[in-house]
């Protein structure tokens, strides 16, 4: 059973499209605890123009280990943002989340389901991304599908996530990049122009995890993943102040020059 109740801050977020594309959802949820319920806001977004999608017609259904925890009949969400869902999470597990849609602005529709696993406890602890991918990516790129998101989750589930070093590099590295990257997503879906800003910023990112591509041994992993760390903190962190440090020296010669 599904109950509304007043929507509360969130932590966790994951964007995914439905499987013939007509929608982008989007769902956002506090940390979650086994044996509890919690918020979760869903949000259907047009992806022709990033904006929420007003009007549609759609149901839930989410399973955890084959048995049905919670469904839902066809309901209206005339705002186009489900607010308030309560929804149970009984136990340790993967839980699948799937979300129909069979009508947009009051149109009939052939039905399109956009599917979501949210891990809990123990799988929580094993899953070192929230939605199965990069955030940041998946919003630049407009889709999980999109090729360049798929290839950075193939590399991490059968090359990284395959050694000690790896799930260590992971651990650490999400440590960082999840301080940020929900909040960059969501600023980048309403901004195009920061969509592509982002879209090029991140491209040394990109490149230096593609690297990990090759790390097929426990000692490639460590090391490789110790290099991708550093040159992405150089990269975004030391370049950045080193810029602002030259910038700082060049006005103030400009100043006494004047």
Not at 25 to 39: A, F, H, K, V
Not at 94 to 120: D, M, T
Not at 203 to 220: C, I, N, R
């Amino acid at each position: 059973m599904l109950l509304f109740i007043p929507a509360l801050a969130f932590a966790e977020s994951q964007t995914t499209s439905t499987d013939r594309g007509i929608l982008d959802l989007r769902i956002t949820y506090d940390d979650i605890e086994p044996g509890t319920n919690s918020i979760v806001t869903i949000e259907f977004i047009n992806p022709n123009t990033d904006k929420i999608q007003l009007h549609i017609d759609y149901d839930i259904n989410m399973t955890v280990n084959d048995t049905v925890i919670a469904t839902t009949p066809m309901i209206h969400s005339s705002e186009g943002i489900v607010r308030g869902l309560q929804v149970p999470f009984p136990t340790v597990g993967e839980y699948n989340l799937k979300i129909g849609v069979e009508g947009i602005l009051f149109q009939p529709i052939k039905r399109e389901v956009a599917s979501f696993i949210i891990p809990v406890g123990m799988a929580a602890a094993q899953t070192p991304e929230p939605g199965g991918g990069c955030l940041i990516a998946t919003a630049a790129y407009g889709s999980e599908l999109a090729p360049q998101v798929q290839n950075l989750r193939e590399v991490r589930d059968q090359m990284v996530l395959s050694t000690d070093s790896g799930r260590w590099f992971v651990s650490m590295f999400n440590q960082v990049y999840y301080i940020f990257s929900p909040t960059i997503a969501d600023m980048q879906r309403e901004s195009p122009v920061l969509k592509n800003t982002i879209l090029l910023s991140m491209q040394p990112m990109l490149t230096s995890l593609g690297v990990m591509e090759y790390a097929d041994s426990e000692l490639k992993v460590l090391v490789y993943g110790i290099l991708v760390i550093m040159f992405n903190i150089a990269t975004y962190v030391v370049v950045p102040i080193l810029i602002l440090v030259w910038l700082r020296r060049q006005a103030k010669r400009l100043a006494i020059a004047q």
